[in-house]
């Protein structure tokens, strides 16, 4: 392994530089040039921009097919192949005016599709518009994605919520590698800060094909900031600050390219002060701090592209115990964390690669993820203390063209290991080895697309014998293997113009975790003495999806639908014994299913082109199988929600361009269905207002927008916030404010 890392290295320089080039004009229907269009090859992590005539240039191009999608706020996306580009190549293209979103190109997929052309429907959202919502975290902004729900510990800490699965359930993808950081707890955050971040993609259903174990509910894939265009430099500046929490987030980002090489480097800074609720009390020690940093560096050529990129992230957690009731619970604005609290320190490092081959090519992703987690109760001395290493590896070779058939075959891995330090044990001292096979094919006719693949994989887990059996905090040694068979087949037809049509059938299926293994005490996150099953079996699941579409220039319908049965569903049952004032809990089996779906619609009428209505509504049901009589819910189920926006977009005479104005109401419903040690919740409305645009005073431009979340200052408790045992209510009113300058 070292040696390849050498030769990949050495080969920046010693491999020689294709002439071949690219270039055109993008116009509209009308032959009139378009300013501005990206121009963008994703496999080379290389763009460019149109200039005032619409031309646009790309030089040392691989010798071989390659995509360049062209995209531009108002028009339709265009995703051109280019089959076995030589030397100079002409490529014109005309864009197509459109109303709705853009067609983003779907990277979390096999065979990197655009929405329209994929089998699966996937959302995808950019964190522009997500932090357009003036949400605090990016879980938060996650959370406003139809059948996306986030299990929340104040506004620190939330964990992302997929059609009613979470946890060791959702697997979390960033630059091209998974993200380890000890899932399995409720209080364990993403570790993750949307400063750097392009985009979001969501994968609603399993996706054990691609991504192995643990992608039982589905994905969540963080597309990194791109590269800036070749041959220019650009900085930006951000800032933000929020009332509520006296809050700021600060991000300064500088990149640069070349033809072939590229740099990028961005640092950020956030700092919370505790929450008020309605009323104006705040809950005491929900402050957070925040450092993030992102760098990366990349090269391409006519023979491979290479991106190594790092991240960095460290996170100072108060745990909150009180309500703001509370005799003397501390109200005040600081933003040092009191006692108990988490310290955690992220290390992401990734090496993505892709070898150009003639009609052929190699994806090669490398990753290291170093989580190192500490918790404090009341003094600086860490009770709990893990850090969890993984190497991960995922190699995929698209075979040549045959027809309209598209094959990709892979290998996937993972090395990982858990040492404890701490003067408690939550979790043994482990070692965990994945190593997954796997094969998709793509097959493409007129409108319709049919995709299948199979894959087999083994995790195996070893741990060793700790502390006194019998006694807490002891843990028996085990060597337990895992194999599991999945498949895949979807099919997409437009039964009309208009209408599109997709149906996925999946397996999946996620190996105990260690918590669920071998846990023998307190768990603090959870407030239970939670004893675990050296013999639990591997979850298995199978989930059909439904999704139809009508689309129109003014108008634009969806509903999804989706069935999903579970054996073997791990989860936590109360013995209805006591230990040191906890309940005990035993982690059990049985079989569950999960169905529910969102629909929604937009509205665009005609002539009003500023004006655009969109409404959704997501609903999802969780039951365990094993009573003959009477339904017995699952944990951690997400309530109805019905959510309402009216946008408009304007542009006020030559100082504000796309300027937009939005006005949402999120209806959230009573949640009855509960599992037996679940409290039941109450709806509630929350009424939100956003304004902003691009500002342009003479020379100088900047994006700026105002955000009133929960504006009439609702005092309510959201069904999944690991504080409604102790009546705390969530974040009563908050008025963001955003600038962003491209310097």
Do not use: C
């Amino acid at each position: 392994m070292k040696n390849f890392f050498i030769a990949l290295f050495l080969g920046f320089s010693a491999i020689l530089q294709a002439q071949n080039t690219l270039s055109g004009t993008v116009t509209d229907l009308k032959n009139q040039p378009i300013k501005g269009v990206s121009v963008y090859a994703s496999e080379l992590h290389k763009g460019t921009t149109t200039d005032e005539n619409g031309k646009y240039t790309f030089s040392n191009l691989p010798n071989r097919n390659l995509k360049i999608s062209f995209t531009f706020v108002g028009f339709a996306t265009q995703n051109k192949t280019i089959n076995s580009l030589q030397k100079e190549y002409t490529l014109d293209v005309n864009l197509e005016e459109t109303i709705f979103e853009m067609d983003e190109v779907i990277v979390s997929t096999a065979f990197n599709k655009i929405q329209s052309q994929n089998v699966m429907k996937v959302e995808h959202e950019s964190i522009k518009n997500l932090q357009r919502k003036g949400t605090a975290t990016l879980i938060e902004g996650l959370a406003t994605i139809p059948g996306v729900s986030q299990v929340s510990t104040g506004t620190s800490i939330g964990k992302p919520v997929i059609r009613g699965l979470s946890g060791n359930r959702v697997l979390v993808y960033s630059q091209g590698v998974r993200i380890e950081n000890q899932q399995f707890g409720d209080e364990h955050g993403l570790g993750l800060n949307d400063s750097g971040i392009e985009s979001v993609e969501v994968i609603k259903g399993p996706a054990s094909l691609l991504y192995g174990s643990d992608a039982l509910g589905g994905v969540l894939y963080f597309n990194p900031e791109k590269f800036a265009d070749a041959n220019t430099f650009k900085a930006n500046f951000s800032q933000k600050y929020f009332s509520n929490t006296a809050g700021s987030s600060s991000s300064l980002g500088l990149k640069t390219s070349t033809d072939n090489w590229k740099f990028m480097a961005r640092g950020s800074y956030n700092t919370h002060s505790d929450y008020k609720i309605s009323g104006g009390d705040r809950v005491t020690n929900t402050r957070y701090n925040e450092t993030d940093f992102k760098t990366g560096i990349g090269y391409s050529n006519a023979k491979f592209s290479s991106v190594l990129r790092y991240n960095y992230n460290e996170l100072d957690l108060g745990i909150p115990e009180d309500g703001p009731e509370a005799s003397g619970a501390d109200q005040t604005t600081s933003k040092k964390t009191g006692f108990p609290k988490q310290g955690v320190f992220n290390h992401l490092l990734s090496l993505n690669n892709v070898f150009f081959f003639e009609k052929s090519k190699l994806d090669l992703d490398l990753g290291y993820v170093a989580n190192d987690r500490s918790e404090f109760e009341d003094s600086n001395v860490a009770i709990l203390h893990m850090k969890l290493k993984t190497f991960n590896y995922n190699a995929k070779y698209h075979l040549p063209k045959m027809g309209k058939i598209e094959t990709i075959v892979g290998v996937q891995g993972m090395y990982q290991t858990n040492t404890n330090s701490g003067e408690e044990y939550l979790i043994p001292d482990a070692v965990t080895n994945d190593f997954g096979v796997f094969g998709t094919a793509n097959y493409e006719w007129n409108t319709n697309v049919l995709q299948a693949g199979l894959r087999f994989d083994n995790r195996n887990i070893t741990t060793d014998a700790q502390g006194i059996a019998g006694e807490e905090g002891s843990f028996e040694a085990i060597d337990k293997s895992y194999d599991s068979f999945n498949a895949s087949l979807g099919y997409k037809t437009n039964l009309a113009d208009d209408v599109t049509l997709r149906l996925n059938v999946a397996s999946g299926f996620r190996a105990p975790n260690l918590a669920e293994l071998t846990s023998n005490g307190v768990h603090e996150g959870t407030n239970r003495y939670e004893i675990g099953n050296s013999n639990l079996k591997t979850e298995q699941n199978v989930q059909t999806d439904l999704n139809l579409e009508y689309k129109t220039d003014h108008f634009e319908f969806f509903v999804n639908g989706f069935y999903n049965h579970i054996n073997n569903y791990i989860y936590t049952s109360p013995t209805g014994e006591v230990i040191d004032e906890n309940a005990v809990f035993d982690y059990v089996q049985d079989n569950a299913k999960l169905y529910g779906g969102e629909v929604g619609l937009h509205f665009h009428p005609h002539p009003l082109d500023w004006l655009h209505f969109e409404t959704t509504f997501e609903t999802v049901t969780g039951e365990k199988q094993s009573r003959s009589v009477g339904r017995d819910y699952l944990p951690l189920i997400p309530a109805n929600n019905w959510n309402n926006t009216i946008r408009t977009e304007f542009k006020i005479k030559n100082w504000l361009e796309d300027g937009f104005a939005t006005l949402n109401v999120s209806s959230t419903f009573n949640q009855k269905n509960v599992s037996g040690f679940e409290t039941e919740s109450n709806g509630y409305n929350l009424v939100n207002l956003g304004f902003g645009g691009t500002v342009k005073l003479g020379k100088t431009a900047f994006d700026v927008n105002i955000n009133g979340n929960n504006l009439f200052d609702k005092r309510y408790i959201a069904h999944l916030s690991r504080l409604k045992t102790d009546g705390i209510p969530n974040i009563g009113r908050n008025i963001v404010f955003g600038v962003n300058f491209n310097l």
